[in-house]
């Protein structure tokens, strides 16, 4: 999954909004040299992305992008199913997308001193940016392949990504429909199992 559904999967508890952040930047096994708590949050990121790389239904959206696309098929569902999850927000969540931002950044702020320098960096231009509160726009699929395209060493076709999410729009919902109640269902027993603290 990508930011948008990380930080609503991990939400309210605040260490584990910093831990799905933290989950893009730390690697290999945990040390214990944090809080107990913020590994919990890069435990749980880690274990969304395996559920989600392992569902039936998302192998599934993976096979329906032609064959040129279809080895970047996690890279781009992940994208997608965040605009899907943004489009749809107030199904999902009771606050509006763009007061659920401020009180992520606002937790990301106050907890500036566990983030890496490239991590705190990623924040304050997603906070200024407001760049999450956009993420309901065609727009944001184009930019987030676009990117993804210049960051691979390899040539790659994901900058013309674009026009396999328009073909493919109305399939791909409907996996996003099928297995995103699936994937909160999943956190909210991994949470029940896992975490012991107040949010």
Known sequence: MNHLAHFHLSAPQADLIVGSVLGDYVKGRLSGDRPANLDLGIRLHR???GYTDRHSIVRNSWRRFDKPFQRYGSLM???IFDYFLANEWQTFHQDPLCHFHDSIFSVLDDYQSYL???????????????AITAYDKPEFIHRSFVHLSGRLSRNNPLGDGYEQFETHKDALQADFHRFYPEMI???????????HFPG
């Open 47 to 49: 274990v969304i992305d």
């Open 116 to 130: 890496p320098a490239n991590a705190r960096r990623w924040s304050e231009r997603m906070k200024c940016s407001r």
């Open 185 to 195: 269902d999943f956190v909210v027993k991994w949470k029940q199992h896992h975490i």
């Open 77 to 79: 569902t992940d994208i």
